[in-house]
C-alpha cells in the first residue's frame, strides 16, 4: 500500500473516532438535584457557634520564670491546693467561736458536727481508715449546714471572745443599724477585712427577707468562703 492510499484511510478513522467522541459527549445527561437534601446539622461547627481559641503556646522563656517563682509543679500543687479542712480543725474552729461543741440540743451547730463525722469525711480508726482529704460536695454542704446553725452563737458570743477584743472592747459582728463590722469579720475569719468582705455581708443582710436570717446567712457565707474554697 501507497504512502497516497494511507494518508485517506488515517484521516478517515481519525475524523470517525473524533465525532463519535463528541457524540458521547453531547449525549451525557447532568446529574439530577437531590429531592430531599440533607440539612445541616445545627450542632456543626461555625464561625457563629465556635469559639475562636487564640494561640496559648507559651514562650519557654515565660515557663521557665514561672517554675522558678512558683516552684515544680508537684510542690505548687500541693501548696496550692484547696483540700477538705480537717474534721477536728473544723471543731477547733467553730469552739474558737463561742460554739458549744458538746450541745444536745436538736439542729445545734455542736450535736450537728458530732454526729456528721462521716460525711465530713472524718477517719475511723477502727477501721484503719484514714480521712478524706478531697471537698465532696456532701462535705461542703454538710459544713454549710454547720456554719448557718452556729452563726446565732458565734453572733452572740463575740463581745465576750478574748480574741475577739480591740483596746480592751468587745467586738460586735453586726452595729446598732445592721451593719456588718470590719473587725467583727476579722475576728470571724482570722484576716482583717476587705471591702468585698464588708460588701458581701451587708448585701446578704440587706437582701434576706429577715434581718436575722440575713445575719446567719453572712456569717454562714463568710465561714465557706474562708473554709471551703468558694
Partial sequence: MTTKTKTPLLLGITALFGAATALGCAGEEE??????????????????N???????????????????????????????SCPKIKYDTLGNIL??????LASTTAQSAGRIWRESSQALAAPNYAARQRE???LSTATASKMFDIFVQAAPEI???MPNRAECTVAGVGTEMFNASNQCNADGIACL??????????ELCNLTVERASDVEKGKRIAVASLLAAAHTCE
Avoid: Q
Fill in 31 to 48: 446529574p439530577l438535584p437531590e429531592e430531599n437534601p440533607l440539612p445541616e446539622g445545627n450542632a456543626s461547627g461555625g464561625e457563629e
Fill in 50 to 80: 465556635t469559639y475562636d481559641h487564640p494561640d496559648t503556646n507559651l514562650d519557654p522563656f515565660e515557663l521557665l520564670e514561672r517554675l522558678r517563682e512558683e516552684g515544680p509543679v508537684r510542690y505548687s500543687s500541693r501548696i496550692h
Fill in 95 to 100: 469552739a474558737s467561736r463561742g460554739v458549744n
Fill in 132 to 134: 478524706g482529704r478531697e
Fill in 155 to 157: 453572733i452572740a458570743a
Fill in 189 to 198: 475569719l482570722g484576716v482583717p477585712a476587705t471591702a468585698s468582705h464588708l
